[in-house]
């Protein structure tokens, strides 16, 4: 079976020689950038199996290269953040985006390798099947798995009441979004909301959605 190939970013030449020696040691081929620009490089020639992505660089930092990715359709590959200085908004903005894990530095080792091996584990069904899927995974928050989801919905139980409903609300209502192929009529009989009223809190949430006419909804 072949290696599977792993891209670290990190503009700490410590830290990737680390991640490098224990990845390498676990028998995975490890590529190397120490700047988002290089990740860039890397990405246009290449597509990696998964990428441990620090969100703290110099030149452009993690979460805007991971944005990057999702408006170029260069997300196809599962992304684990890294950081310092993590914070649960930060945890949770990366989740959102598409990243589907994230680990505060200093990474322990067995954390590390649990982490990448779940990844990696639960990208082969989407791999596997992305053809049947056509766009589901574009839908699902730029490519992030369930287990993303569910880091979203524990994440916020460490903010105040208000700034955690509205978390769980984005993400409530974006599942039933995606569950329903986009039907805002069909969502709102699941949730049992009215749908003018729905319309109106998926606009409050900044969550897309287009209103089809009422023979679309229908079906």
């Not at 260069?74 to 930060?90: A, K």
């Not at 992030?144 to 989801?149: H, S």
């Amino acid at each position: 079976m072949e290696s599977k190939q792993i891209l670290v970013v990190d503009d700490e030449i410590g830290i990737r020689e680390l991640l490098s020696e224990i990845l390498f040691d676990e028998g995975y081929q490890v590529h190397m950038a120490e700047s988002a620009e290089q990740a860039r490089a890397y990405r246009n020639e290449r597509e990696p199996d998964l990428v441990l992505l620090d969100i703290w660089m110099p030149d452009t930092d993690g979460i805007t290269l991971l944005k990057e990715w999702v408006d170029q359709d260069l997300l196809t590959m599962p992304v684990v953040m890294m950081s310092g200085h993590g914070t649960i908004e930060t945890a949770v903005e990366a989740t959102r985006i598409g990243a589907v894990d994230f680990l505060e530095k200093p990474i322990a080792l067995q954390k590390l390798l649990s982490t990448i091996a779940k990844a990696l584990k639960d990208d082969e069904p989407k791999s596997q099947h992305a053809g049947e899927q056509g766009q589901t995974i574009a839908l699902n928050i730029g490519g992030q798995d369930v287990d993303g989801q569910m880091l979203q919905i524990y994440l916020p139980l460490d903010l105040p009441l208000r700034e955690a409903r509205e978390h769980f609300d984005s993400i409530y209502f974006d599942y039933h979004l995606r569950k329903e192929v986009g039907n805002v009529s069909r969502v709102a009989d699941k949730v049992g909301l009215e749908r003018t009223h729905l319309y109106r809190k998926l606009k409050q949430l900044g969550i897309k959605f287009s209103k089809k006419s009422g023979a679309d909804e229908s079906q």
